[in-house]
């Protein structure tokens, strides 16, 4: 009997070891991502963040650097254990279990950052999510998410579709059981018309691996 594939998720990122080489650094696109990092440092200098889905603590560790605070924030108790071996600085960098999707956080933010997890976000539920981030930051607060471009390799096959456009791919995790993962790719001119009535100052930057988006909150 085949085992159903399983939907979790959270689960899945929580029991996987290989965040930074699967996600992030990716040979191809080294140069492209030196300049994300560039742009951000420029972006959230002095700016007090709120960092939402961090992972293992990839970006925090960058935005610790020069932010003058970062609340970074996963649904993974266990991720965020493993951000806390990375020892950032306890003055500029705490750490909370949150929902990305429903941030219950307190704090005075002037940023929003989100590496890699826009693409995770169901269409449907984009506009509820930026309503929901402009709440915590406030109007006029900045948003920077990076994301992967699609590139065809196998990593990027498509298992399915449904019916609002979101797409599904299928990931195995060390143990070999296999997950579906909703990741959804955009072109610059998707970004444009999805949130464009949803931000201001929008720009976006896209190369053949990665994209950054930065605007405004209305």
């Not at 590496?115 to 920077?144: P, T, Y």
Request: hydrophobic residues 40%; negative net charge.
């Amino acid at each position: 009997m085949i085992k159903p594939v399983n939907t979790d998720m959270a689960e899945y990122y929580a029991v996987r070891n290989n965040f930074d080489e699967e996600d992030i650094e990716n040979p191809d696109g080294a140069d492209a991502l030196d300049d994300i990092m560039d742009n951000l440092r420029t972006l959230m200098t002095d700016q007090h963040v709120l960092e939402l889905a961090c992972g293992d603590g990839y970006w925090t560790d960058e935005l610790a650097e020069y932010a003058a605070s970062v609340l970074a924030t996963d649904i993974n108790p266990s991720l965020l254990e493993q951000a806390k071996t990375r020892e950032l600085p306890e003055d500029v960098v705490q750490f909370a279990v949150a929902d990305a999707m429903d941030p219950k956080v307190e704090g005075e933010f002037t940023a929003c950052f989100a590496g890699f997890w826009w693409s995770h976000v169901r269409r449907q539920d984009q506009a509820e999510v930026i309503a929901r981030i402009r709440k915590i930051i406030g109007e006029n607060g900045l948003l920077v998410l990076v994301d992967n471009a699609q590139v065809d390799t196998e990593k990027t096959v498509i298992a399915r579709t449904d019916l609002e456009g979101n797409t599904y791919q299928i990931h195995a995790a060390p143990n070999g059981e296999r997950y579906e993962i909703l990741k959804n790719y955009y072109t610059n001119s998707t970004l444009r018309k999805r949130l464009g009535p949803l931000l201001k100052d929008m720009r976006v930057h896209h190369s053949e691996h990665y994209w950054m988006l930065t605007a405004r909150l209305r």
